[in-house]
């Protein structure tokens, strides 16, 4: 079941104090119980939670909610995912970017690595009523790549959005929930979730990576760390010291995705190959430490991402588009096995 939050079903006030008062409070929390356990738990009446039950397994008046309005179309949102707004990089990657894991963007400059960044971070703040997670992020710049402008657009856009599935709910109750919180919406409200850190050089950025732990506890719902970029703080040292960092930066990286249940998204540059073709920077140490890889890339007017490694999908490319709302989903995108 997804992370919806109950109150897009109707039911009595009472009935839904008595759910949320036993912790249940979105539709994941029902998974694996029946409706004689759940009276038990909640102490509403048996057949009132075989309804209820019966509905959570219903679709509703507009299932994916968040999404089932988006450019391009979406994906339902879960307790696992960031969504992109690329519809088809969200399907291909099971709804997004996986939250508890660590993913990395590569590619060329200009590629689009920042922006497809960026939209993670404005899409990790969306409220939960709306099917977000309502988390916050830290955002760590080490090369001026986030345009305030830039984020202030794609904020906008997503709005936008939110107001345009507020207004398509049919559900009254859940409108009114939605647009209670709209009210409370804006472009500032937003972006203050979204917590920039900037370092200017190697020295800053390795301190900043190895103080996130206190930095996220401290935050209390960070759900998405960015670094952009993780090749910066390594491009100076020697064999030796680059290959002790590498260890211990992943391995930092990687207990914080687990424990805190955090996405980490790590922007990485590119080197050469023997051949002279393109490929990701910092070595095999570092591609095995990274569960999930992207490749971005762009032949004139065409991006596309590349899955390169990903547990559960194969490789797949798949065109991308950056328009002033944000990253999407072109009106007639192509997918292809690589």
């Not at 590629?111 to 409220?127: E, F, R, W």
């Not at 345009?164 to 409370?184: F, I, P, W, Y």
């Amino acid at each position: 079941m997804d992370r919806l939050h109950l109150a897009l079903l109707e039911m009595r006030p009472s009935d839904s104090d008595r759910l949320q008062r036993a912790g249940f409070r979105y539709f994941c929390d029902f998974e694996g119980i029946d409706s004689s356990k759940l009276s038990h738990e909640t102490g509403i009446a048996e057949e009132v939670a075989a309804g209820l039950l019966k509905r959570l397994r219903e679709p509703l008046d507009s299932p994916n909610l968040l999404f089932d309005q988006q450019p391009g179309g979406g994906t339902t949102n879960s307790t696992q995912y960031i969504p992109t707004f690329c519809k088809s990089l969200d399907a291909l990657l099971g709804g997004g970017i996986k939250v508890g894991s660590l993913t990395e963007f590569a590619g060329a400059p200009g590629t689009g690595k920042s922006q497809l960044a960026l939209q993670a971070a404005v899409d990790c703040v969306i409220p939960e009523i709306f099917g977000g997670l309502g988390g916050s992020v830290i955002y760590i710049d080490t090369e001026g790549s986030l345009h305030p402008d830039r984020a202030k657009e794609m904020t906008n856009s997503l709005i936008h959005h939110l107001q345009r599935v507020t207004a398509a709910r049919v559900n009254s109750r859940v409108k009114a929930d939605m647009e209670r919180s709209l009210r409370g919406i804006s472009i500032g409200s937003l972006l203050n979730r979204i917590q920039v850190i900037r370092t200017l050089d190697e020295t800053e950025l390795v301190a900043t990576i190895f103080s996130l732990e206190e930095l996220v506890t401290e935050c209390g719902d960070c759900k998405l760390i960015v670094i952009d970029s993780i090749a910066s703080c390594l491009r100076h040292f020697n064999f030796s010291t680059k290959t002790r960092l590498l260890s211990q930066i992943s391995l930092s990286l990687s207990g914080i995705a687990s424990q805190f249940g955090i996405s980490v998204i790590t922007i990485n540059q590119v080197t050469t190959s023997a051949d002279m073709s393109l490929k990701p920077a910092l070595g095999n140490q570092w591609k095995h430490s990274v569960p999930t890889r992207l490749w971005l890339s762009k032949s004139g007017d065409t991006r596309q991402i590349t899955v390169v490694k990903n547990p559960d999908s194969e490789e797949k490319t798949i065109d991308f588009v950056i328009s002033e709302q944000g990253c999407r989903t072109p009106a007639n995108p192509s997918t292809s096995l690589s």
